[in-house]
């Protein structure tokens, strides 16, 4: 199955497909594990690049691609055929009235395979029109061309350059409402084309400003199911990272659902949080809430190395913030939980670790 997913996927170290992308500061992606042994072994320069690293060098989660290859690993994928059929046949074939669901089931089917290969077929998918064709099927109110429409531009998204012609074509309106009206898987493939679409900071201010794109988002994250919860999550945070969009997501009631859905399990939550404590406006709903506390020091004591990290991030603004949360933290042990972290294997967490300290050592001697 490996062999079939497209080549953006392979670690360019190792060539296997990556479980944890990670971003260098030269823009290039490894797994973690490859290019954490790259750096064990003393290197201090890009493998790609040659370029130097700063130190200690920066690996910045790829949350975007790992929700692609998770996406793909969901479905098996059918082997490749021998002959491509030709893609005008294929969107001609979708655009005709006289063309039976089944046939323009099978048609985005067989699109869908030929465009995960590699990016020259999806360049010419995209130069033969095909986009068009999609929009027609993702508006149909027919929920398998919906979910295969979506599918499909998730496919023709994997490209940066066709990331900005799919938003100038208009599939973001079209995506949006999948989001809020899609049913079967279509809901959550949405969630994962606006996080593909939003790597490209130009598409973050483009999706954040489209009407009912993050309140959809914020929405599925409180109603969706799991698959659909981490998938809104995912876009959350992607779109996030851009500062405008942060305050849309607040103003949109993301905090409590976002607090909420980390009470019940949900790191991905976690980590939007610690974006949006950024925001003044968000450490003040934060600090409101009943409980917070306790969810965040549960996650810092159980949560994988991400929800770790997110978890102390988000803890350090609001102790910084409010003096009552940073006592009430000193209360429950806080400080002694970050000094035993400091061992951990995870920099980031040491780091975030030795932050929280600081603080909390700060608040501890004004007492």
């Known amino acids: 199955m490996a062999a079939q997913l497209p080549d953006d996927f392979r670690c360019p170290i190792s060539l296997e497909i990556m479980s944890d ?29 040659k370029l130097p690293l700063p130190d200690p060098p920066s690996l910045i989660p790829n949350h975007a691609l790992r ?71 993702i508006d149909s109110g027919e929920p398998g061309l919906q979910e295969k429409g979506l599918h499909l531009v998730l496919n023709l ?29 279509s809901r959550a493939v949405a969630a994962t084309v606006l996080t593909s679409l939003a790597v490209l900071e130009v598409n973050k201010v483009t999706i954040g400003s489209y009407p009912d794109a993050i309140p959809g988002l914020v929405s599925l994250v409180q109603m969706g199911n799991s698959r659909e ?17 942060r305050v849309r997501a607040i103003q949109y009631g993301a905090v409590p659902i ?46 994988s190395s991400r929800g770790v990290q997110y978890s102390l991030l988000t803890l350090s603004s609001l102790c910084c913030y409010s003096e009552k949360i940073s006592l009430e933290a000193l209360r429950e042990g806080l400080l002694e939980i970050c000094v035993g972290l400091l061992e951990d294997d995870n920099e980031k ?9 600081q603080v909390l050592q700060g608040k501890r001697k004004n007492v």
């Open 21 to 49: 992308p990670v971003i260098l500061s030269s823009g290039h992606t490894f797994d973690r594990a490859s290019i954490q042994r790259w750096l064990d072994a003393g290197h201090r320069t890009c493998p790609i690049t």
């Open 67 to 137: 929700s692609l290859i998770s996406n793909y690993t969901l479905v098996s994928l059918p082997k490749p055929q021998s002959y491509p059929p030709n893609p005008q046949t294929l969107i001609q074939l979708l655009l005709s009235p006289s063309s039976q669901l089944e046939e323009k089931l099978n048609t985005l089917d067989q699109l869908s395979r030929i465009s995960k290969r590699d990016s020259a077929i999806r360049r010419r998918l995209a130069e033969s029109g095909v986009v068009s064709a999609v929009l027609n099927c």
């Open 157 to 185: 998204s994997l490209d940066d350059d066709s990331k900005v012609g799919l938003v100038a074509e208009g599939i973001v309106g079209k995506v949006v409402h999948a989001l809020r009206c899609g049913v079967g898987d």
């Open 229 to 245: 919860r981490k998938e809104a999550a995912t876009a959350l945070f992607t779109l996030c990272s851009f500062s405008d969009n």
């Open 258 to 303: 976002l607090i909420q859905n980390a009470h019940s399990g949900l790191e991905r939550a976690v980590e939007v949080l610690g974006l949006l404590a950024k925001c003044k406006l968000a450490r003040d709903e934060m600090v409101r809430f009943s409980g917070i506390l306790d969810i965040l020091i549960g996650m810092v004591r159980n949560g």
């Open 349 to 357: 967490v040491r780091r975030n670790a030795k932050t929280l300290i």
